[in-house]
């Protein structure tokens, strides 16, 4: 009996890992290139007996694609034999920018998606930012709009190469 209470800790660790890894699967909606991971969205899983906990916080506190994404974390869970799951929203801490993965920054700009740079805000904000063209990479850019197809997005234009892009705006 003493030989299975040793091995409740394991069990329980590679199960939690199991799901971090299958949660590395469920893509985002708006930019299917990132992972709910690669956006840090995924705030933590609890796993007690049967029973699956995903906390996840919106990019937005309106965003409109977090019923959807909770859905598809059900699905893929389901599908690879949890069935006792919940989706737990937590909007507190906000959700920043700086949860993104390295990585998911690099997703960004290699899908022509100018990744967030440091935080400076002032009532200049978009005007003095620096960003830097996903295409040829090029610091003369400018804004268009402080909105683009998703509120978490402004829309950029380069003045070098003259394409127009997004830029995953920091916060």
């Known amino acids: 009996m003493d030989h299975i209470k040793q ?3 394991n069990l ?20 299917p290139v990132l992972s709910v991971l690669d956006l840090g969205i995924v705030r933590d899983v609890k796993v007690q007996d049967d029973f699956v906990e995903v906390i996840i916080t919106p990019t937005y506190s309106g965003c409109p ?6 859905m598809n974390i059900r699905k893929v869970l389901s599908e690879n034999g949890f069935r006792n799951i919940k989706i737990t929203h937590h909007l507190s801490p906000a959700w920043t920018t700086d949860w993104m993965t ?4 690099e997703k960004l ?18 005007e003095t930012l620096k960003i830097e063209c996903p295409h040829c ?22 003045n070098d190469c003259g394409e127009p892009f997004d830029y995953f705006k920091c916060h």
């Open 12 to 31: 329980f660790s590679i199960r939690v890992e199991e799901i971090w890894n299958i949660l590395s699967s469920v893509n985002d909606p708006e930019i």
């Open 109 to 126: 700009r290699a899908y022509g998606i100018a990744p967030p740079v440091a935080k400076t805000f002032d009532k200049n904000y978009f």
């Open 7 to 9: 091995n409740i800790p």
């Open 137 to 158: 990479y090029s610091l003369n850019t400018k804004i268009i709009s402080e909105f683009s197809s998703t509120a978490c997005k402004a829309l950029y234009q380069c």
């Open 102 to 105: 390295e990585a998911g920054k």
């Open 65 to 70: 694609v977090m019923d959807f994404i909770g």
